[in-house]
């Protein structure tokens, strides 16, 4: 079972009015429900839980529980998708030099392998002895020497190598200067990106089309497609338009639902909202992930031991995305790219072990910086009340790994952080926010004081000259005082409903599990178990005992609870204590036997 991201949840709690508590570490947090009325009398566990989450009525709930391909939206409606789809085609037609130019995660790898692997399928078989290598080439700049997005040198580069199309994924929305110099070369290019857009028309690049479902003036239905996504759509498109019908040839058609594996992957690495469309592509993209005939994917999945398991969502977020993120983290994203494009026998399995000794490499450099930033935030006052945001800086801190920290800290302190590595001159890193904080109108409240920046609300990128790194941190606490409040500040766990352990059966608990995949928007089923009682000491396991089981009973069911990260939590837990506790309903399977073990969220004294 894979470990989730680390909780932040003491044993004990001082509790304060409105039902807000705090933990050992001084840090405020609270149980909310997710709905404010209590559910009817009688009702399973499955419909209070879908009720909770304003999934009511026949209809609603068997759109939710039987999600169809047929919920995709038009890929039409895209603004630009069309003219970019129509200019492939008549590039690939006429053997033109086509540059995919990608980004270094593990949603711009998963974007470049889909328009790859279509534009590969559906270019004209060239003649026995034909020169057709290189048509179709893939560019990933490399994070820490050219960082991320379109880069004015790499457009020249990729021009001078005879490219005179460049077709962009997961980035561009926002490059100017490289659409420029594309132009002034005489190379098309093609945008498609998913990160935030300009507001106005007159500020996006001047490309040959833009594909963006949020574009100025854009009337496509759903604004949460990730990179990966909006490249499937593309090429979606270009499967039709090759067709010549709606109806996609059967060769292009089976390419495309097996491709539905790679957009699947790049949405739950991406946590994009499992919602609408999202939720038809992760629900059906997940089932192709095992078997693919894609030799690299099926090399990675191997090397997860994954082979003989059905992939769910969090197998991506916790075992295969954080292989292919750390590739471009640590090393060069091409090699990320290469396993998901041209990889096969020997090449794919090597790669995807190269990948796994990279993330091991990122767990210990993770780890080192979590402890630092802990200690430096705590040192700088930034997780109290008075500064309520956390930006530090170390030179020795690994830009590609900065990332992961923020939201490690994000869950500990609830509140804004941005971690950046110094340097003599040029400082940068990323940041990630809470709910209600919009991280990039903040950082564009700051843009004279940054060189670049760029990203979401919820998470961005940025660089600065480091002579502006004391400004900037002031000025950025100094935003998120204005804007946040203490009440903002609270770690909030919600829940679904209430629940008793003889509830929590097996058979229940594959209901719940209807409700796959699960993800940002779609979260894990959460319920609230109250008077509990500890039976025994914890017991630890794993290899540095870092997790915890801890037996509990109500009076009339023992069940064990499973604690990720959850050994130093556990330490002050003694056997008759009574609890509450928030809990995520599972299964533990092992040699042919199933048995009820719900995974710890949050614990507090009764």
Known sequence: MPSPADSTTQTTATPHPSGVHQDDRGMLFR???????????????????LSARGIVGERASGEYLHPSLGQLHDPSLMPGLDRAAERILAALERGERIAIYGDYDADGATATAILYHTMTKIRPQAAPGAESEGQIVCYVPHRIDEGYGLHEDAIASLAEAGCTLIVSV???????????????????????????????????????????????????????????????????????????????EPGLRALLIELLALAALGSVADVVPLTDENRAIAKFGLGRIQGSPLGGLRALVEACDLANEKVKADDVAFRLAPRLNACGRLGHARDTVELLT??????????????????DQRRRVEKTIFDQACELAEASG?????????????????????????SRLVERFARPVILMQRAAELTGGSGRSIDGFSLHAALTDCADLLASYGGHDMAAGLRLQTSNLET??????????AELGPHDLVRTTRYDTEATLGELTIDAINELARMEPFGRDNPPVQVRLRGLRVSVLPRYFGSAGDHARLTVTDGRQ????????????AQGISPGARIEAIVTPGLNRWNGICRVEPILVDLRPA
């Open 31 to 49: 149980w909310s429900p997710r709905a404010a009325e209590p559910p009817a009398p009688g009702v399973s566990l499955l419909g209070r839980v």
């Open 382 to 406: 930034m997780t109290g009340d008075a500064r309520r945001a956390i930006v530090l800086a170390h030179e020795d801190w690994h830009p590609g790994v900065v990332g992961i920290v923020c």
């Open 170 to 248: 997961d980035c561009g929305i926002t490059a100017v200067g490289p659409a420029t110099i594309a132009r002034t070369l005489g190379v098309d290019l093609i945008i498609t990106d998913h990160h935030n857009p300009p507001a106005n028309e007159a500020d996006l690049p001047d490309a040959f089309a833009i594909v963006h479902p949020r574009a100025p003036g854009s009337a496509y239905p759903f604004e949460g497609l990730c990179g990966a996504g909006v490249a499937y759509k593309l090429a979606w498109r270009m499967c039709t338009m090759k067709s010549g019908s709606a109806k996609v």
């Open 472 to 481: 900037f941190t002031e000025r950025f606490i100094e935003r998120t005082n």
């Open 558 to 569: 023992t069940v064990q609870l499973l604690g990720w990260r959850w050994a130093e939590r």
């Open 342 to 359: 041209t990889a096969a026998g020997e090449r794919a399995e090597e790669l995807a072990a190269q990948l796994a000794r990279q993330n």
